[in-house]
C-alpha cells in the first residue's frame, strides 16, 4: 500500500470528523430545532449550537474544544499490514494536533503530563477486523468526556430512581434506558444519542454500546424488539422535559440505538454510551493498494446549512429575557440583581481554570488578583503565532460539576463574582454563592467556535505547567453570552429540571413490554 497517500487521507478523516458535522446529525438537530418554540432558552441554545456547526464548517476548525479520546474501528482485507496502518494514524493524529485540530488530549494518569500531541499509553483507541471485501474500511469517533462521563452500565434486577425495580427483560431494559437519559440530564451537552449494548460482560458491553454509535441516525434496526424499543425510547424520553443543555424543552434525546449480544447465565448488563450533540464520527472507504479515499460514509443525502437562522434564534431570545451586562471587576451588588433565567452578556476580562486549576488554588495563592473576576471552565485549543501570540482556535465551556468540591471555597477565598461553564454545580456551590453573592452561568456545551468568535485577544497565561487546556488563561471577551442558572437567591435551575425530570419519568413505572 502507498503508505503516505494512506496517512493522507486519516489526516482527511480527521479533519474532517472533527470540524464537519455529518449529514446524518445535522439533520437531527435540524429536526429538534423545529420543535422547540422560538424564544425559550431551549431554542436559543439549539440557534447557537447551529450557529457553531456552521462557524466550524466554514473555518475549517474544531467543533468542539474537547477532542475526546479518538477511537479508530477498522476492517481490512486479509494481507493487509496493520502495524503499518496504526504507524500511519499515529502520524496523522500528531499532524492533526499540531495543526490545532485537535486538541492535545493525551494525559499520563499518574502525573498528569500532556503528551502535547495526543499520542500515548492507549491513546488513540484502534481496534481491527479483519474481512472478506477488498476494501479498508476506517471508522473514526470523537466523544468528548463531559458525555462520556454520563455513560453508565446497569447490572440487572435493579432498583431505579422513580421507576423502581428492573427485572431482567425487556421492560427491564426499557426502564434502564429511560434511567440513562433522566441521570444525564444536561451535563453531557444535551440534546444527545445513545449507544445501548444489551448483554456481554462489563467491557463487552460497553464495546457494544459504543459500536451503535457507529450506525447512521436514520437507519432501522432489523431486531423487531429492538426496532420497537428504539421507537419507544425516542418518543417517551423526550417527554422528560430536560432539553438541551437541561435547560428543559421539548428535545432531549436525538437518537436511540440498541444493540444485543449473549450473556453468561449468572450477569444480565445493559449499558449506555451516551454522546452530545457534537456526535462527531465518520468514516472512509480506502483502496488499500493506493491509499486514496474512495468513499465517505454518514454523508448521503441533504446537507442542512445553518447559517443566518441561528442568529435569529439568538436575537429572538434575548428579546424575551432580561440581558444584563458585565464588565469585571464585578460587584457583590450586580450579582445580588441577577437571577435564574437571565442572559448575561460579558465584556472585558475573563480568566479559564479548570480541574488542575482548581485543585492548585485550593492551596496556593492565585497569580492573578481574582477579587469580582470571572471564571470560565474551559480548556481552550490554542495556536501560537510566529512572533509568539497566542490565538484561540476553540473555546466551548467544559462540565463544571467536577469542580464541586473546590468552586465554593475558591469564590469565597479570591472574591470570584462569576463562574461560567455547564451542566450546573451542587448543593456545595449553591449555598457559596448565597452566602457570598455569586453567580453560575450556563454557556452552551460544544459551542467552541460561537464562544472563540466573542474572544478577541488573549491577554497574558499563566500556570502553563498544567498544560495548554489546563493553563489559566487571560482573555478579553465581547458579547459573551450565557444564561444564568444559579443565583445568589438559592435557585438552581438544574436542581428544578432534575426534580420536575425525575416526576415525569416516574410516569413511566407501568410495565409496557
Ligand atoms: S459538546 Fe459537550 S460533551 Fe460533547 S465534546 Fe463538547 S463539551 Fe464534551
Redesign the pocket.
Known amino acids: 500500500m502507498n503508505l503516505e497517500k494512506f496517512q493522507e487521507s486519516m489526516y482527511q478523516l480527521i479533519v474532517e470528523t472533527s470540524t464537519n458535522l455529518p449529514k446524518d446529525v445535522r439533520r437531527a438537530v435540524k429536526k429538534a430545532k423545529q420543535s422547540e418554540s422560538a424564544g425559550t432558552r431551549a431554542a436559543m441554545s439549539l440557534g447557537t449550537i447551529t450557529n457553531n456547526i456552521q462557524m466550524a464548517d466554514e473555518n475549517i476548525s474544531p467543533?468542539?474544544?474537547?477532542t475526546?479520546l479518538p477511537t479508530f474501528k477498522i476492517k481490512t482485507p486479509v494481507g493487509v499490514n496493520q502495524i503499518k496502518i496504526k504507524e500511519a494514524i499515529y502520524n496523522a493524529i500528531a499532524q492533526a494536533t499540531k495543526d490545532t485540530k485537535l486538541r492535545p488530549n493525551s494525559v499520563d494518569s499518574l502525573t498528569g503530563k500532556n503528551s502535547g500531541d495526543n499520542l500515548g499509553g492507549g491513546t488513540p483507541v484502534i481496534k481491527f477486523d479483519q474481512w472478506e471485501n477488498d476494501y479498508i474500511d476506517v471508522r473514526l469517533i470523537?466523544?468528548?468526556?463531559?458525555?462520556?462521563n454520563k455513560n453508565i452500565q446497569y447490572s440487572l434486577p435493579c432498583e431505579l430512581d422513580g421507576l423502581g425495580r428492573a427485572g431482567r427483560d425487556l421492560d427491564g431494559i426499557r426502564k434502564c434506558i429511560l434511567h440513562s437519559v433522566y441521570q444525564a440530564q444536561g451535563q453531557?451537552?444535551s440534546a444527545g444519542f445513545i449507544g445501548v449494548g444489551i448483554g456481554g460482560d462489563r467491557s463487552s458491553g460497553y464495546d457494544l454500546a459504543k459500536e451503535q454509535l457507529f450506525r447512521s441516525v436514520e437507519d432501522v434496526n432489523p431486531h423487531e424488539d429492538l426496532r420497537k424499543l428504539e421507537e419507544y425510547i425516542m418518543e417517551n424520553a423526550n417527554k422528560l422535559g430536560i432539553g438541551t443543555m437541561g435547560f428543559g424543552g421539548e428535545t432531549t434525546l436525538l437518537g436511540c440505538k440498541i444493540g444485543v449480544m449473549n450473556r453468561i447465565p449468572a450477569s444480565f448488563f445493559v449499558s449506555v454510551a451516551y454522546?452530545?450533540?457534537?456526535f462527531?464520527r465518520l468514516g472512509v472507504k480506502v483502496d488499500p493498494k493506493t491509499g486514496d479515499i474512495q468513499e465517505w460514509l454518514y454523508q448521503d443525502g441533504e446537507k442542512i446549512e445553518f447559517a443566518n437562522e441561528a442568529e435569529n434564534e439568538v436575537a429572538a431570545s434575548k428579546e424575551e429575557s432580561n440581558v444584563v451586562t458585565l464588565t469585571a471587576p464585578i460587584t457583590e451588588e450586580q450579582i445580588r440583581e441577577l437571577k435564574v433565567g437571565d442572559v448575561v452578556r460579558i465584556d472585558g476580562r475573563m480568566y479559564t481554570g479548570r480541574d488542575a486549576i482548581h485543585k492548585y488554588l485550593t492551596d496556593h495563592d492565585a497569580p492573578v488578583d481574582l477579587n469580582g473576576q470571572v471564571i470560565y471552565h474551559c480548556g481552550p485549543v490554542m495556536a501560537k503565532d510566529e512572533e509568539g501570540n497566542w490565538t484561540v482556535k476553540a473555546a466551548?465551556?467544559?462540565?463544571s460539576i467536577r469542580e464541586e468540591p473546590y468552586q465554593g471555597d475558591i469564590m469565597k477565598k479570591f472574591g470570584i463574582r462569576a463562574v461560567i461553564g455547564?451542566g450546573g454545580m451542587g448543593p456545595k456551590t449553591l449555598a457559596a454563592l448565597q452566602e457570598h453573592g455569586g453567580v453560575y452561568l450556563n454557556a452552551i456545551?460544544?459551542a467552541?467556535q460561537y464562544y472563540a468568535d466573542c474572544i478577541k485577544k488573549v491577554d497574558g497565561v499563566d500556570l502553563t505547567e498544567f498544560g495548554i487546556p489546563e493553563a489559566m488563561w487571560h482573555l478579553n471577551v465581547e458579547g459573551f453570552t450565557a444564561v444564568v442558572t444559579m443565583d445568589s437567591h438559592g435557585n438552581s435551575l438544574h436542581a428544578d429540571v432534575d426534580k420536575s425530570s425525575l416526576e415525569k419519568l416516574a410516569q413511566f413505572k407501568e410495565r409496557v413490554f
Open positions: 467543533i468542539c474544544q474537547d475526546g470523537l466523544k468528548g468526556g463531559g458525555c462520556e453531557g451537552c454522546n452530545c450533540w457534537a462527531r466551548g465551556p467544559t462540565t455547564k456545551g460544544g467552541a
